[in-house]
């Protein structure tokens, strides 16, 4: 008997199907535990893994999304709208973290520790010319050129460590396992286009500072959902670029707010003897990752 509704890798809704095209599905990898299912009458869609019936073919399948997610951003879901609970979504970061408190802590501290060593690193190149400028009030060319040089390196490094620890809380986020080598995730497939998106959207951004303060503050915002885009969703650098602005325009006063709120919290971590930031960060990476879902993934079809 046909009784379900789902939504399998594809993002597309199928059915009605029967009890025994769902069990094939999950054995052919179509479906897993965190695929969204509707039962017949009903009007919620639930996780596979909530059906009591199908536990037994669920047994020793992986909770990841077998079927990769679309390269391009479904029509509709650019078309939607959405509701961002700032709140809502601290709330529940906040008990995610619990959840898995030490391994988003100690993963999160380690590549903050990483990308700081890489910054002490390259410190080392600009510090000469940087202490020149300040105490001799003296610009040269060439300081100026190492200065540049070395913040299009420090850039896309960074980038790419972000993408990796929002792909980590991103599975934290979907019940999915989740360990230290996806905070490093991002150094894979994705990469290329990791630094294409931080030298693109660096580049642009100066531009719109240097001409007025509000443009550069504008495109920050308008393309901050570009990194998990890209990561996630395995886009084009551009493509995750224009799918995070439609977006954000949506409510783009309201985003800006989340992410002062994310500061602030960040702040607050830096405030409390600095020690504070390493639960105050995964607690707003999480937060920023469930505005992502709640902005980005498309609701069930009706």
């Known amino acids: 008997m046909a009784n379900y509704k789902v939504i399998g890798g594809d993002l597309k809704q199928y059915g009605p199907v029967s009890a025994e095209d769902v069990r094939k599905w999950i054995a052919d990898g179509r479906l897993n535990a965190m695929s969204l299912v509707q039962l017949h009458g009903d009007i919620e869609w639930r996780q596979l893994s909530t059906f009591p019936e199908f536990a037994d073919a669920l047994t020793g399948k992986p909770t990841t999304l077998i079927a990769p997610l679309p390269t391009e951003f479904p029509t509709n879901g650019l078309e939607r709208d959405y509701q961002l609970d700032i709140g809502g979504c601290i709330s529940r970061s906040w008990e995610l973290v619990k959840a898995n408190f030490w391994p988003s802590v100690g993963i999160t501290a380690l590549i903050m520790l990483v990308t700081m060593a890489i910054n002490q690193v390259l410190g080392l190149f600009t510090r000469p010319a940087i202490d020149a400028m300040i105490s001799e ?7 100026i050129a190492i200065i540049v040089l070395t913040t299009f390196v420090s850039c896309p490094i960074y980038t790419v460590f972000m993408a990796g620890l929002f792909k980590y809380y991103l599975k934290l986020i979907r019940g999915e396992e989740a360990g230290i080598g996806d905070a490093f995730s991002g150094f894979g497939r994705s990469t290329g286009q990791l630094v294409l998106l931080s030298l693109v959207i660096n580049i642009l ?14 495109l920050v915002v308008a393309w901050f959902f570009s990194i998990p885009l890209v990561i996630d969703r395995q886009m084009g650098f551009w493509q995750a670029m224009e799918a995070s602005r439609k977006m954000v325009n949506k409510h783009w006063f309201l985003v800006f707010v989340f992410l002062l709120v994310y500061g602030l ?3 607050a971590g830096i405030l409390a003897c600095c020690i504070g930031i390493f639960v105050t960060l995964p607690i707003g990476l999480g937060a920023l990752m469930y505005a992502y879902e709640t902005i980005f993934s498309p609701p069930p079809a009706d």
């Open 137 to 143: 009030h003296r610009v040269s060319p060439g300081g």
């Open 205 to 218: 951004t100066l531009i719109g500072y240097v001409l007025c303060l509000l443009p550069g503050i504008y």
């Open 265 to 267: 919290l960040s702040m």
